[in-house]
């Protein structure tokens, strides 16, 4: 009857039975067994010692050669231990099981490639065996032959159908080729064979994943937690899932529920500040991520603070966050520009320009940063530098309708301009007819022109 084997590499020193010599030699077996009652005792200096006199005995011993050898290795002399290999290889190196503990030790030894060509000499020796067939699987798939790994992992399946561990091998080296559907069945059949092995569950949701199929990766995380309710990174790949799903409020649930298990583990906190930004809970999200800076000065999330404590108008704190963020990159226009946003809505208009100026000095072709200061100066009121900023946002970005909102119904409102204000309005509008700051602007531009029929029902509209 064949053996089920476990998965895995290991060595160990192994305990054998004596040789037949040893029944002819009984001084070399009384020293053989004080030195195999010293070795389980963990006394593996005078086990060695003891072996060592049991083969001077006896020099055809095999098996306190194959004791020795780790002996050695393990005593920290390897030349010995190497050259006790080549005894034992000489002596029987047409024996499978022999082949088979040598590659073992040379495995041990990180010695691959000897091990390997003592793995396939036992393999012609012994054409089904599975140890050989399970190591060269492994070999294969360290080395990232991954098709070779692939086909000793079918060949041990087909001695083994019913190992639920070599399945769940054979998928995951499968899934590394992206042979996703060939690693699902064979997570299936690992579920079949196991249905307890959780793994094999959340390997099949990964995959989903992987995929962006995430309906099916919440299937399967959901089956899951009704199981294993505590489990909460589960929970919180599940969250992550109806996250992508845009299932803002079943993420939050999961998130809080997370959150209460893994106290601590502040990425908890980063999802779900997310999600209460995409429920519009910007306090709440600020909330998240105080807690996330508390434990990690990360530019992006410090960034992400002053941005929505801007959103909240409060507008010293944001400035407080976004300088903080820019002192640990200070070559990150994009926190100065938010920086000149903050300040813009704070109504430090100088300061707004200050930045926004900065900006553009070093990303002149950004469009909305001149948008941005010609509102700053507008406000500030420089209208004279403001339209040249417009203007110039509307040569880099032509369809930049907010950029001709303002600039066409400050015309209009000052009453300057009002044919170039027209052109303006009327393209703004029929890039985005449904805007209805855009309708009310051109509705004003048409009441200063005197065309009351048309400024009345576009302001109606």
């Keep these: 009857m064949k053996t089920k084997i476990t998965v895995c590499l290991f060595a160990a020193a192994l305990i054998l039975q004596p040789s037949a010599s040893f029944a002819v030699n009984f001084d070399a077996y009384k020293i053989y067994l004080k030195g195999v009652m010293a070795l389980k005792s963990g006394d593996f200096e005078t086990a060695k010692k003891d072996y060592e006199k049991v083969i001077a005995l006896d020099p055809s011993a095999l098996a306190v050669y194959k004791d020795l050898v780790y002996l050695y290795w393990q005593g ?15 002596a029987d190196g047409e024996n499978a099981q022999t082949t088979l503990f040598l590659a073992t030790f040379y495995l041990v030894a990180n010695d691959t490639e000897k091990a390997k060509k003592l793995l396939d000499k036992t393999l012609e020796l012994d054409p089904d065996n599975e140890t050989a067939t399970v190591y060269l699987a492994a070999y294969y798939y360290s080395g990232n032959q991954l098709h070779e790994s692939v086909e000793y992992w079918n060949k041990f399946l087909k001695q083994q159908p019913d190992s639920a561990a070599g399945y769940f091998q054979l998928a995951m080296v499968q899934e590394k080729l992206s042979l996703y559907d060939a690693a699902q069945k064979s997570y299936d059949k690992v579920i079949e064979l196991n249905p307890e092995a959780r793994e094999a569950y959340l390997s099949k949701a990964r995959i989903y994943e992987s995929l962006g199929d995430y309906p099916s990766a919440i299937k399967v995380y959901e089956e899951y937690i ?30 809080i529920k997370t959150k209460k298990g893994l106290q601590g583990d502040v990425s908890v906190n980063y999802w779900l500040g997310l999600t209460y930004e995409r429920l519009g809970q910007i306090d709440k999200s600020a909330e998240e991520f105080e807690i996330v800076a508390a434990k990690e000065k990360d530019v992006a999330i410090l960034a992400r603070l002053g941005y929505y404590y801007s959103l909240l108008k409060n507008y010293s704190k944001a400035d407080t966050k976004l300088k903080e963020a820019l002192g640990k990159d200070p ?32 990303k002149p072709d950004f469009a909305d940063a001149y948008f941005f200061l010609g509102t700053a100066y507008d406000k500030d009121g420089d ?48 890039l985005e007819p449904s805007n209805g700051a855009f309708i009310d602007s ?8 005197g065309k009351y029929e048309e400024a009345a029902r576009f302001l109606l509209a």
């Design 331 to 362: 070559e990150n226009y994009e926190i100065q520009y938010l920086i000149g946003l903050n300040c813009l809505d704070w109504k430090k208009y100088g300061k707004a320009v200050k930045y926004i100026s900065d900006i553009i000095t070093a």
């Design 76 to 90: 920290g002399n390897k030349e010995k231990a190497f050259e006790t290999a080549d005894k034992i290889n000489a």
């Design 383 to 430: 209208f004279e530098n403001a339209e040249k900023a417009f203007l110039k946002t509307l040569e880099i970005n032509p369809n930049q309708t907010r950029a001709m909102n303002y600039l066409g119904y400050t015309y209009a409102d000052k009453g300057i301009k009002l044919n170039e204000s027209a052109i303006l309005l009327e393209r703004a509008v029929t």
């Design 442 to 449: 051109l509705g004003w531009l048409y009441y200063r022109q």
């Design 226 to 255: 009704s199981v294993y309710p505590d489990n909460y990174y589960v929970l919180m790949y599940l969250g992550k899932c109806y996250f992508e799903t845009q299932d803002f409020v079943k993420a939050k649930d999961a998130f």
